[in-house]
């Protein structure tokens, strides 16, 4: 198995998924040789609690990974010890694992501790002083990382804002990006070489790309690829955050979107597409090897990320507590030997889904994946009964921020204990501009989904339900105060 991941990813930047601009031909070709999931989502729209649940197959209310140690505000930073995941299950089922490239799984337990080979790649973004990569650069004879050209704007103490994109003084040979790739085809050849030697086995290799996170840090040659004047501007861009929750105004000026000028935005867009086009002529060189060694027919091949960018979509960079689709829809291709090449899948999958799909292409059963359903059915073309929506969940990251998301084909509500709930109809309002949530006319469609979450919760145990009990109108059939103390009282009476 060779699992392909990229961070921070959104989906209109592929060809496979309709951009008319961005080359992407490795990953356009994986697509048209497996299965494109149309309707990939994440769990939560934020890398560690994202990543933990691929690792776990379970919900971040489930493994309590619920936040980016960078910015931890008081929640766990690991793993709880005896969590099931999938990673030593492989490893004792006999798999070589191979991990390069982000980790950012934990603080006290690294990859390895997992069984994933490789250098321990941590946090957030490249380690360009990671000894490994020097050694690398040294050894090639190629430059260290300078930069210049910072895109950033303005905070609002009057601070320079986070960097947002950067030109990078290094030939694309030296580039992280490279180098991880590089590094996957050595680990790709020694686990086909033991195992041509008979005493190898089986293989999960990951090559999780810490882009096309920002900031965009790119040699000329990708930071100029593509012309600022193809791009077309989001047309959330005009957001006015006119009855959306306060917290989504903050995070624009955190990001200082309105302190930068308008061909700012265009070029970041360009240099982002830059980017995924670079990490796509990486993949495209791990797929070569993969074929070179003879191991296509047997090789199942996954990509995903795990989550997506704003881009200057409602007036935003990075991600956050805003639930829009720019950042919890994601790119989602399998190919699997054997079966039908070039679907297009509509149901609604999730980033967690790929964790059931790797156990039972291991011939194990998934049920330990308790927030996960093999992709495979899919893959293969049968049509199983599935769910019609996807629940997604946040728990915060400068600081605590918990909401609920039910997303169906044509509606999303999300709750926000704290301020206004949203809902949005995807089929008038794609772009997600006009909170219809008080909107009578969408009443009987808001009931049904309040009620519809309000179970979903319920039955999966995500104590959230305990907020919507008394504040909306849901049904229930349980002491919603949960004082048992008074019913004693009452029947003693």
Same mark, same amino acid.
Request: glycine share 8%; proline share 7%; net charge negative.
């Given at each position: ?100 490239? *982000? ?34 650069? *040294? ?13 950033r704007g303005t905070t609002p103490n009057g601070s320079p804002g986070n960097l947002l994109a950067a030109r990078l003084h290094q030939p694309v040979e030296a580039t992280f990006e490279y180098y991880l790739a590089t590094r996957t085809i050595e680990m790709l050849h020694r686990f ?23 900031p965009y840090i790119l040699p000329d040659a990708y930071f100029d690829l593509y012309d600022p004047s193809l791009v077309e501007l989001p047309a959330s861009i005009g957001e006015t955050f006119a009855g959306k929750p306060p917290v989504q105004s903050n995070y624009s000026k955190l ?134 929506h996807h629940l997604a969940e946040y728990h915060g990251h400068h600081f605590p921020y918990p909401q609920r998301m039910l997303r169906t084909r044509r509606y999303k509500l999300v709750v926000n204990p704290e301020s206004h709930n949203e809902l949005y109809d995807l089929q008038t ?59 004693? *009282?009452?029947?003693?009476?």
């Amino acid at each position: 198995m060779l699992f392909l991941m990229t961070d921070q990813h959104r989906v209109d930047t592929l060809g496979a998924y309709g951009n008319p601009h961005v080359r992407t031909p490795n990953l356009d070709r994986l697509a048209a040789q497996g299965t494109r999931f149309d309707s990939c989502y994440t769990p939560t729209a934020i890398c560690t609690p994202a990543r933990a649940s691929l690792l776990t197959g379970a919900a971040p209310f489930r493994h309590k990974l619920l936040a980016n140690y960078e910015r931890n505000v008081g929640y766990l930073e690991d793993l709880a010890d005896g969590q099931f995941t999938f990673a030593e299950h492989l490893r004792g089922e006999g798999y070589n694992l191979g991990l390069l490239g *982000k980790w950012h799984g934990g603080v006290r337990r690294t990859a390895a501790d997992y069984g994933f080979q490789g250098p321990d790649l941590a946090g957030w973004h490249n380690p360009v002083d990671h000894p490994d990569y020097l050694a690398y650069l *040294k050894q090639n004879g190629l430059p260290e990382y300078a930069i210049s050209d910072r895109m950033r704007g303005t905070t609002p103490n009057g601070s320079p804002g986070n960097l947002l994109a950067a030109r990078l003084h290094q030939p694309v040979e030296a580039t992280f990006e490279y180098y991880l790739a590089t590094r996957t085809i050595e680990m790709l050849h020694r686990f086909a070489a033991d195992e041509q030697a008979g005493k190898g086995a089986p293989f999960f290799l990951a090559t999780h790309f810490f882009g096309p996170h920002l900031p965009y840090i790119l040699p000329d040659a990708y930071f100029d690829l593509y012309d600022p004047s193809l791009v077309e501007l989001p047309a959330s861009i005009g957001e006015t955050f006119a009855g959306k929750p306060p917290v989504q105004s903050n995070y624009s000026k955190l990001w200082a979107f309105d302190t930068m000028p308008i061909e700012d935005s265009r070029k970041l867009i360009a240099v982002y597409w830059g980017y995924v086009t670079l990490i796509d002529e990486q993949i495209g060189r791990i797929l070569d090897a993969v074929r070179e060694l003879g191991l296509d027919e047997r090789t199942a091949v996954c990509f995903t990320a795990d989550h997506g960018e704003f881009t200057g979509a409602h007036r935003l960079h990075d991600k956050g507590p805003a639930m829009y689709e720019d950042i919890y829809r994601i790119p989602g291709l399998l190919r699997v030997p054997g079966a039908v090449p070039g679907q297009v899948r509509e149901e609604f999958v999730s980033l967690t889904d790929y964790t059931a799909t790797i156990l039972e292409l291991a011939g194990s059963d998934p049920a330990p994946a308790v927030d996960s359903r093999s992709l495979l059915p899919l893959a293969r073309g049968e049509r199983p009964a599935w769910d019609d929506h996807h629940l997604a969940e946040y728990h915060g990251h400068h600081f605590p921020y918990p909401q609920r998301m039910l997303r169906t084909r044509r509606y999303k509500l999300v709750v926000n204990p704290e301020s206004h709930n949203e809902l949005y109809d995807l089929q008038t309002d794609p772009h997600e501009l006009l909170n219809r949530y008080d909107h009578p006319e969408l009443r009987d469609v808001r009931t049904e989904l309040m009620h519809r979450l309000y179970r979903l919760l319920r039955d999966r145990g995500d104590n959230f339900f305990h907020w919507m009990t008394p504040m909306y109108d849901v049904p229930t059939d349980h002491d919603t105060t949960l004082s048992s103390f008074e019913k004693e *009282k009452t029947e003693k009476a």
